[in-house]
């Protein structure tokens, strides 16, 4: 089993950053392709970045695209988000998730493990 614990939200200014953290536990999880996803108040859970554990590679949402970097550490342990120049409405509860291939995908039902989130709230 893996285990997935989210930490780094917060309540941040409109044009801060901020990074989230992503820490993976249980089951070696270097190949494993891995994501994050938001769901916004009243809103359904959306697709935000996927990481690809073999290339590096990375996909982002356009909203996103330009402005948050997703990332991991050399062991593959800790999956990074590191979001820039925020607005009002990237207010949300951030998910780490993860998949047993290399690459996941942006749709949330090819995801095994899920985290239980953690909430970022940018002010205007």
């Known amino acids: 089993q893996v285990q997935l614990v989210e930490s780094g939200g917060r309540l941040v200014q409109a044009g801060g950053s901020l990074r989230l953290s992503c820490a993976a536990s249980?089951?070696?999880?270097?190949?494993?392709?891995m994501g994050w996803f938001r769901r916004a108040p009243g809103k359904e859970r959306e697709f935000v970045a996927s990481y690809n554990s073999i290339t590096t590679g990375a996909y982002y949402t356009e909203p996103v695209r330009g402005r948050f970097t997703i990332s991991a550490n050399n062991a593959k342990t800790t999956l990074y988000l590191q979001m820039t120049t925020l607005k009002p409405e990237d207010t949300a509860v951030y998910y780490c998730a993860a998949c047993r291939k290399s690459w996941c995908g942006q749709r949330s039902l090819d995801y095994d493990y899920w985290g239980q989130g953690t909430q970022v709230t940018v002010s205007s």
């Open positions: 249980g089951r070696t999880i270097s190949n494993y392709g």
